[in-house]
């Protein structure tokens, strides 16, 4: 019965009542209420199609935006209105593809009088991160009665945003070492040859003869160690996984969660004043410190996992003294993860596996995260959790 009682039935339904009616009984009122209701009916039809052929949509070529997740759009739409009578309520519905799936994001304006409308922000929020481009923009207006929908569509827009993640705070938690770095802030003190001298003291049983200074020993009546003074940085390499797929689009999701974490931790030690390099998939080569990282892990794909592959690089690339962060998803299986950490170079440095969860994790999720950090820990690599 509802489907028959449209908007549309009961105007013509009551529109011929009226006719027949006034045929009928020859009445002056009944006419009046016929031509009355039948104009109102035809603007119900025409006012919407009306509107919208007055109105003139433009976007701004080329626009490319940078935003964080849950930051408002202002996407360029410029919406012109060229006639001298406004239009009213007209929805604005904008299209976006990216993360795997299309998300849609509409907007009513009260009224659009002559003139421009600049830089229309949206209230859409992307809330997860990644790389979206803009599909389609569509007006759309059922003004005043709602009879029939006029639509307008701008073909071919040309609009991307890259949707930066939003960085949750994680520390470091291991003692920091220092790397070999003649350009580093840190001064330290070793046995190796250095251009410039450090202090001398007493030989030790074991010591290398090498290292002794003859003219000091001569001078001093005893064997005299010198040491030399070299410049060292502290320096962390941080390793993060691709998200499964799906985890695509997903906020909550423990792969996009890791992600987080992850620029997390290289903020807070940039802070610091430690060098960072930050492996991500997909990038010829790692991440230098803070700049260019929020817009390299929001181009992350959802995929296979890389980890091996990831870890087996920092392996060949990393030094003494240096640290390595991996950053996993507390859904990534301890077998997979064992095998990639077994190149025997991860052995001669610091290395720590951070778990990270979904936000809101339920409790089937915290004993799989508890059982990969078990894992970790029993091999000998340290780990901890993390969760939001």
Not at 63 to 71: F, I, M, P, Q, S
Not at 277 to 303: I, K, S, W
Request: aromatic share 6%; with cysteine.
């Amino acid at each position: 019965m509802e489907r028959w009682l449209s908007k549309a039935r009961v105007l013509i339904g009551l529109s011929a009542v009226l006719l027949i009616a006034a045929l009928n009984r020859q009445d002056p009122m009944l006419y009046r209420m016929f031509l009355f209701l039948a104009t109102l009916s035809a603007l119900g039809y025409a006012l919407p199609w009306l509107s919208l052929r007055s109105l003139r949509v433009k976007l701004e070529a080329g626009r490319y935006l940078e935003v964080n997740e849950g930051a408002p759009l202002a996407i360029g739409i410029l919406i012109e209105n060229v006639s001298r009578w406004p239009s009213f309520m007209v929805e604005v519905r904008t299209e976006w593809t990216g993360s795997g799936h299309t998300l849609v994001a509409s907007e009513t304006l009260g009224v659009i009088r002559r003139g421009r409308v600049p830089d229309l922000a949206h209230g859409m929020k992307l809330e997860c991160r990644g790389e979206y481009v803009l599909t389609a923009v569509r007006l759309g207006s059922g003004f005043p009665l709602g009879l029939t929908r006029a639509t307008l569509t701008l073909e071919r827009p040309d609009a991307r945003v890259l949707v930066l993640p939003r960085p949750l705070a994680t520390q470091w938690p291991l003692p920091w070492d220092t790397a070999e770095d003649h350009r580093g802030e840190l001064t330290t003190r070793r046995l190796g040859q250095s251009l410039e001298p450090g202090i001398l003291r007493p030989y030790e049983h074991g010591e290398p003869v090498g290292r002794v200074s003859w003219g000091a020993s001569a001078r001093a009546g005893e064997l005299i160690i010198q040491h030399y003074q070299q410049q060292g940085a502290r320096r962390l390499r941080v390793v993060v996984d691709r998200p499964p797929k799906a985890d695509a689009g997903d906020t909550d999701s423990a792969g996009e969660q890791a992600i987080r974490h992850a620029a997390g931790l290289v903020l807070a030690c940039v802070q610091q004043g430690v060098q960072t390099f930050t492996h991500a998939p997909d990038q010829a080569e790692p991440v230098r410190n803070a700049a260019p990282l929020l817009p390299a892990l929001a181009r992350v794909r959802t995929g296979e996992s890389a980890l091996a592959a990831q870890l087996a690089r920092v392996a060949g690339e990393v030094k003494a003294g240096e640290q390595v962060a991996v950053v996993v998803s507390a859904a990534t299986r301890p077998e997979l993860l064992l095998a990639a950490l077994a190149p025997p170079r991860l052995r001669t440095v610091r290395v720590a596996v951070c778990v990270v969860t979904r936000r809101r994790a339920a409790p089937p999720e915290w004993v799989q995260a508890r059982a990969l950090q078990d894992a970790l820990t029993g091999a000998g690599w340290p780990a901890w959790t993390e969760a939001s």
